[in-house]
């Protein structure tokens, strides 16, 4: 029988059996990627490090002006986006990443950290998705609850806006994150990936979203991204989001694949399952792409209801 570090299988299987039920918690606790999200008061004690770039992503810059978190630097929801004629969002070209990032003062040491205002959680949610992508993924974290639970804590607020040295980080893409429409319609039976829609449940089946065709990717299962958040926009705890995927469907082991309108809604769900220790994607391109294909399969559970009498 194969050993383990000296321990034979027989006895590791023995041992894991009975041991105490708060050390076997642990060891399955261990695949949850806690650096992804820090609390208000961890960041609060963290003010002074001078590793740690504080971005508050926004929809505009008056909303930073009237108050963000001291050293926060601000960036435009679409400043690490690209539209092309054909898809309103997509990952921006490696020159336009670099740009933006020396404005931000991001180096190789840098520990960024993503707060948003109001209920912008999926407009900075992308932001992390993109920065994944740009090979920044291991030193990004989330400010849970954004601004709104920052200022719930009593700490402080500024309304300067802080000097900031040009950043020396250079992208490095990770292609391997961004599932393409054409990979995933090869891939559309594989057993190893769980496909997952990440808009409401009436757009999964089929009613309105304005898009082409209404409907679902065929074998996607439904989680909305709102599922993953509680009330107060703070991400679930590890036990409730695992019961998420679990009562969704999703595999324990598979690869979690998230599209939904057109790539941001999907970066939610992407952050709960690589958060939960998933292997994880975003179908960039996402239902806007899928829906517009007519070579492409699709599935409306809403026309195939007979209408009500």
Not at 36 to 65: F, Q
């Amino acid at each position: 029988m194969r050993c383990f570090n000296g321990i034979c299988a027989a006895c590791l299987l023995v041992f894991t059996t009975f041991l105490a039920p708060s050390v076997v918690t642990a060891f399955q606790q261990e695949s949850v990627r806690t650096s992804m999200l820090v609390s208000t008061a961890w960041l609060h004690e963290r003010l002074n490090d001078p590793s740690l770039v504080i971005v508050h992503v926004g929809t505009n810059r008056r909303e930073y002006r009237d108050g963000h978190i001291p050293g926060a630097r601000f960036l435009w929801t679409q400043e690490l986006a690209y539209s092309d004629p054909d898809l309103t969002l997509e990952l921006p070209s490696k020159a336009q990443a670099d740009s933006v990032l020396k404005k931000l003062g991001i180096s190789e040491q840098s520990h960024i950290i993503l707060c948003f205002d109001g209920s912008n959680v999926t407009p900075t949610t992308r932001v992390f998705f993109t920065l994944d992508y740009l090979g920044l993924g291991d030193r990004v974290s989330l400010l849970d609850g954004g601004l709104d639970a920052w200022k719930a804590g009593g700490h402080p607020v500024i309304t300067e806006t802080p000097k900031v040295a040009e950043g020396t980080f250079v992208p490095a893409l990770k292609a391997n994150l961004v599932a393409t429409c054409d990979w995933l319609k090869e891939n559309i039976n594989n057993p190893a990936i769980s496909i997952v829609d990440a808009r409401a449940a009436q757009y999964y089946s089929g009613n309105g979203g304005g898009m082409p065709r209404p409907g679902h990717i065929p074998n996607a299962v439904n989680i909305p991204f709102s599922s993953v958040l509680d009330s107060t926009n703070k991400l679930k705890d590890p036990a409730s989001l695992k019961r998420v995927f679990q009562q969704a469907g999703v595999k324990q082991n598979s690869r979690v694949i998230s599209y939904c309108h057109i790539g941001q809604q999907a970066t939610m769900v992407y952050f709960a399952a690589k958060y939960l220790g998933y292997e994880a994607q975003v179908y960039d391109g996402s239902f806007e792409e899928w829906s517009g294909r007519k070579d492409l399969p699709l599935v409306n559970p809403a026309a195939a209801t007979p209408p009500r009498k």
